[in-house]
C-alpha cells in the first residue's frame, strides 16, 4: 500500500514550491465544489471501497489534497477527507461563510457600505479576490466579503 500511496500526491522538495497533481498536473491543493446533489466519499479511490459519508450539498465548496486516476482525495471545511470520483466536482468556484451575520460590502474595505449580512453556512459563488477580500454572489446578492469570514479560497489568492 505504501508504494500506491506516494502515487496520490505530488510533493514538492523545495520551501514555497507549489506541488502538483500527478494525474492532472495542476495546482495541489486546490479548491473545487461538488457538482452532483449526492456525491459518496469512500474510504478509498474505487467503488470498492466503503462509503463512509455522502455529501448531499451542491456547489459546496472542498479542497482536493491528493489524485489517483478518476479519484480526488478531498477536504471539507470540518477537515473530513474521503475519496470522490471527479466527476461529481467542479472547477466552479463557491465559498461558504464561516461567520455568522457577516457584512456583505459594496467594496473591498472595511468602511464600505454592508448591502446586506450572510448567516453562517451560505454557500455563495465566488467572484473576484484581492489581498483581503473576495467578491460573491449569493440570494440576489452581490458584494464583497472579508477573506476571514469565508472558507474555500487560498488567503494569498488573488483571482480576476
Known amino acids: 500500500m505504501a508504494a500506491v500511496a506516494a502515487t496520490f500526491l505530488?510533493?514538492?522538495?523545495?520551501?514555497?514550491?507549489?506541488?502538483f497533481g500527478p494525474v492532472t498536473k495542476l495546482p495541489m491543493p486546490r479548491y473545487v465544489s461538488i457538482k452532483a446533489a449526492e456525491a459518496n466519499a469512500r474510504r478509498?479511490?474505487?467503488?470498492?471501497?466503503?462509503i463512509d459519508w455522502v455529501f448531499q450539498r451542491r456547489h459546496l465548496p472542498?479542497?482536493?489534497?491528493?489524485?489517483?486516476?478518476?479519484?480526488?482525495?478531498i477536504r471539507d471545511q470540518?477537515?473530513?477527507?474521503?475519496?470522490?470520483?471527479?466527476?461529481?466536482?467542479?472547477?466552479?468556484?463557491?465559498?461558504?461563510?464561516t461567520e455568522d451575520q457577516a457584512a456583505l460590502r459594496r467594496g473591498p474595505a472595511d468602511s464600505a457600505e454592508v448591502?446586506?449580512?450572510?448567516?453562517?453556512?451560505?454557500?455563495?459563488?465566488?467572484?473576484?479576490?484581492?489581498?483581503a477580500w473576495c467578491e460573491v454572489k449569493a440570494g440576489g446578492y452581490?458584494?464583497?466579503?472579508?477573506?476571514?469570514e469565508i472558507w474555500g479560497v487560498g488567503a494569498g489568492e488573488i483571482r480576476d
Do not use: M, N
Not at 522538495?13 to 507549489?18: D, I, L, M, T, V
Not at 472542498?62 to 482525495?73: D, F, K, M, P, S
Open 10 to 19: 505530488a510533493v514538492s522538495g523545495q520551501a514555497g514550491e507549489q506541488a
Open 44 to 50: 478509498g479511490p474505487s467503488t470498492e471501497h466503503r
Open 62 to 73: 472542498v479542497q482536493i489534497t491528493a489524485e489517483y486516476g478518476h479519484w480526488r482525495r
Open 78 to 97: 470540518d477537515g473530513a477527507s474521503g475519496w470522490v470520483h471527479y466527476a461529481l466536482l467542479s472547477g466552479a468556484r463557491f465559498v461558504t461563510v
Open 115 to 131: 448591502l446586506a449580512r450572510a448567516e453562517l453556512g451560505v454557500v455563495a459563488r465566488l467572484g473576484k479576490c484581492v489581498p
Open 142 to 148: 452581490r458584494g464583497w466579503i472579508a477573506k476571514g
